[in-house]
């Protein structure tokens, strides 16, 4: 096991103040933004990801003309969102239903058979939806699909153990790998409120449990943002994601082209993925439990 190098991390030195708009590169890239792709059917590990140019070189080559045609207000990075793998929430969701989930189960930690609340674990089908997602990434790699240069994360259990067991012997935990361990960022937990599932570890038993990630400045202990008497709508959560985009474009809006983040890797939620999707104007695609959506997001600074 190679000693772990913490990085100080610019994300944590740069304003969250609302400096840019965001939007999509638009159609052309993936065939998720396309609006005739049927996202209750397509899979993304069977198409190279949704890519539909020719090749990644191609699309490589394409997104680099992006960048340097942009003017001194604009920037592009390629995302990768993920979904967690399956949760035992998710589970209970199949079993009762989403209004019923919604309306009694949801509030509660469990049903005597089945824990989901706080924090909930990946069931066994979620782990093997990870490792698939790492047999995925596996079989991208010799078609030359762009590594990922940077991972955040959720604080959530299910999502930090997808993304390792997504990435681990790939990116992370390699020797000699000069990629910074993944940051986990409060603001990019799900939905947020009244939901048991919904309801983070404290930062101790995290860094205890998943050694090789970094926690953002100022993450704290204890969960001190969810309530069991509110539920975050859709738009409040938009403002945790625009502030997480903002932060992202910050970092290095002022460095040199060659020398900004062009491939970014993002695990989280689905209420989460909406909302970054919502923020840059794609069209709206859900994702079944593991799954991944490759955005280009435009930003522009504001006059």
Excluded at 1 to 7: A, G
Excluded at 178 to 198: A, F, I, K, M, Y
Excluded at 224 to 251: C, G, I, M, Q
Aim: hydrophobic letters at 30%; proline letters at 5%.
């Amino acid at each position: 096991m190679h000693d772990l190098i913490v990085p100080e991390y610019r994300y944590n030195k740069v304003s969250s103040e609302q400096a840019f708009e965001f939007s999509s590169a638009g159609e052309g890239f993936f065939a998720q933004d396309d609006p005739k792709t049927d996202d209750n059917a397509y899979d993304e590990k069977k198409h190279d990801f949704g890519l539909i140019k020719d090749s990644w070189e191609t699309l490589m080559k394409d997104f680099e003309q992006l960048r340097k045609e942009a003017d001194t207000n604009t920037r592009y990075k390629l995302l990768f969102l993920g979904r967690h793998g399956q949760g035992y929430h998710n589970l209970a969701i199949l079993k009762y239903g989403q209004e019923a989930w919604d309306e009694k189960w949801s509030k509660l930690n469990g049903d005597g058979e089945t824990v989901w609340g706080p924090d909930p674990e990946l069931t066994g089908l979620g782990v093997q939806q990870a490792k698939d997602n790492n047999t995925a990434w596996k079989e991208q790699l010799p078609k030359g699909i762009p590594k990922p240069e940077i991972f955040y994360v959720s604080p959530f259990i299910r999502a930090i153990d997808t993304m390792q067991y997504t990435f681990d012997d790939i990116f992370l935990n390699v020797g000699n790998s000069r990629v910074s361990p993944p940051l986990v960022v409060e603001d990019l937990r799900e939905d947020n409120g009244e939901h048991t599932c919904d309801s983070r570890s404290k930062k101790s038993q995290l860094a205890a449990r998943f050694p090789r990630v970094v926690f953002e400045d100022g993450f704290p202990e204890d969960d001190e943002t969810w309530r069991p008497d509110w539920r975050e709508s859709f738009e409040e959560h938009k403002v945790r994601t625009r502030r997480f985009l903002n932060k992202l474009f910050a970092l290095d809006w002022d460095e040199p082209l060659e020398k900004q983040a062009k491939y970014v890797s993002v695990t989280s939620h689905s209420g989460t993925i909406a909302t970054f999707l919502g923020c840059i104007g794609h069209r709206e695609f859900s994702l079944g439990t593991g799954g991944m959506i490759p955005v280009i997001v435009k930003a522009t600074k504001r006059s």
